[in-house]
């Protein structure tokens, strides 16, 4: 399996400010995600981090709220930019690994914003 | 429109009795798949199920897989407090490897 770590695992904010949240996978991954899960909520994805390109967004996420970047093939960050109350959630990264055909997930960034 | 429906959306139950988690949609998916997620983890993949009337057994779990493709059942015996967790079921949708989350289940077990 892969092993996933995020940081920081949770933080508190004032609103207007941003804040990025890191994923480090042990291994080589084919893709990797990030997705938000609001209190007491399911997961949605938020958008596919690509290697060395833009990310793929999903309808309701754009790029100016939710900038995400993946310089390699094991580390992508995610900034929540100009945050409101309405952020607060958990933000989850997750890999699809080359040698498992299954994701796996970060533990995630508990982010509330006051 | 959520295109994963789950029931119940809450569960509270004593360690020993049986219940049964329903996930169901009005699509058609080639594979299914089951998580758990407890507190303060990310979900963790329990099963995939890819065969119309598809069962799959993980020691007390059952999984189901309806025979049109389009609902699914995870079924729990003698729960237990290690049980407790909230359940995902996902199926894969649009692009190749982007998972669409149903509304989840929050199963407490308790003594």
């Known amino acids: 399996s892969a092993v996933i770590s995020q940081k920081p695992s949770r933080d508190i904010c004032q609103r207007g400010t941003s804040l990025t949240i890191q994923c480090q996978v042990d291994?080589?991954?084919?893709?990797m995600f990030w997705y938000r899960q609001q209190p007491g909520q399911s997961l949605t994805l938020i958008a596919t981090?690509?290697?060395?390109?833009?990310?793929?967004?999903e309808s309701g996420f754009v790029i100016d709220k939710f900038p995400i970047s993946r310089p390699n093939l094991t580390f992508s960050t995610l900034t929540v930019s100009n945050m409101s109350p309405e952020d607060s959630s958990i933000y989850l990264c997750?890999?699809?690994?080359?040698?498992?055909?299954?994701?796996?997930f970060g533990p995630g960034t508990r982010l509330t914003v006051l | 429109t959520q295109l994963l429906e789950q029931s119940p959306q809450f569960l509270s139950i004593q360690e020993g009795e049986n219940l049964t988690v329903y996930c169901n949609s009005s699509?058609?998916?080639?594979?299914l798949q089951w998580y758990r997620q407890e507190p303060g983890e990310g979900p963790v993949l329990l099963v995939t199920?890819?065969?119309?009337?598809e069962v799959k057994k993980l020691k007390r779990l059952t999984f189901q897989f309806g025979d049109a493709r389009k609902d699914s059942s995870l079924h729990i015996t003698a729960a237990q407090t290690g049980d407790t967790g909230l359940y995902l079921c996902?199926?894969?949708?649009?692009?190749?490897?982007?998972?669409?989350f149903g509304t989840g289940t929050r199963l407490q077990v308790t003594l």
């Open positions: 997750s890999v699809l690994t080359i040698s498992y055909n299954e994701q796996f």
């Open positions: 291994s080589q991954v084919t893709m």
């Open positions: 981090a690509n290697q060395g390109s833009e990310a793929t967004y």
């Open positions: 699509s058609v998916f080639s594979s």
């Open positions: 199920v890819v065969t119309g009337g």
């Open positions: 996902a199926a894969l949708t649009g692009t190749a490897s982007k998972l669409t």
